[in-house]
């Protein structure tokens, strides 16, 4: 069956576990999907967790900000969480609650939960977006030059049609002076051969 995610993201925590790495990472959804708002003015990112298999070694430290593109395959895993371990968490995400366990039996009370995280397989570091540069060197200085007036349309008066009149002598067609005719050279006579 198919399982293959590539998926692009800002990295918002990492730690080790074991020879793995982990890196958790926000993505905020594209315009064209529907948006998952935060509030009014600001969307919220989808979190998903990626791990880099044997990567506590291999791998170099994301810093937090860091925008990654990653391919993989999903993979489930289900681990065991006890009451304790919970309110643990629980401790350190809130403020003080107030709530205490009691009784050996109160901190055996555990639930089995279930995770889906990424296993990477390849990964690209995005480097940050640059400002363009402008099309021209900002060293070269252009001369200023001064704006020439818009030339201005003016009405000329409409010009009377010229007639020219022919002259009587003129109108006649000329008759055609016969062409010259060009005398061929004459042939030199050549003198007659002895027999």
């Known amino acids: 069956m198919l399982n293959k995610v590539i998926f692009e993201g800002i990295v918002t925590n990492t730690w080790k576990y074991g020879s793995d790495t982990f890196v958790r990472l926000a993505s905020y959804r594209d315009p064209a999907l529907p948006p ?3 509030d009014e003015m600001h969307d919220a990112p989808d979190y998903v967790n990626a791990r880099f298999t044997n990567g506590a070694q291999l791998m170099p430290d994301f810093p937090r900000g860091t925008q990654l593109r990653i391919e993989g395959f999903l993979q489930s895993r289900e681990y065991t969480e006890t009451l304790a371990e919970f309110m643990r968490k629980a401790n350190k995400s809130t403020k003080e609650i107030g709530v205490e366990l009691t ?4 901190r055996q009370i555990s639930i089995g939960r279930n995770t889906v995280e990424i296993v990477v397989t390849s990964h690209v570091i995005i480097p940050p977006a640059q400002p363009a540069k402008p099309a ?3 060293t070269v200085r252009k001369p200023a030059l001064a704006a ?6 003016t009405e000329k008066p409409a010009e009377k049609p010229v007639v020219v009149e022919a002259a009587a002598d003129e109108a006649q067609p000329k008759a055609e002076k016969p062409a010259r005719k060009t005398k061929a050279p004459a042939a030199e006579a050549q003198p007659a051969s002895a027999a």
């Open 148 to 153: 020439k007036p818009a030339p201005v349309a």
């Open 136 to 138: 021209y060197s900002q």
């Open 36 to 38: 998952r708002k935060q």
């Open 103 to 106: 009784g050996s039996d109160a």
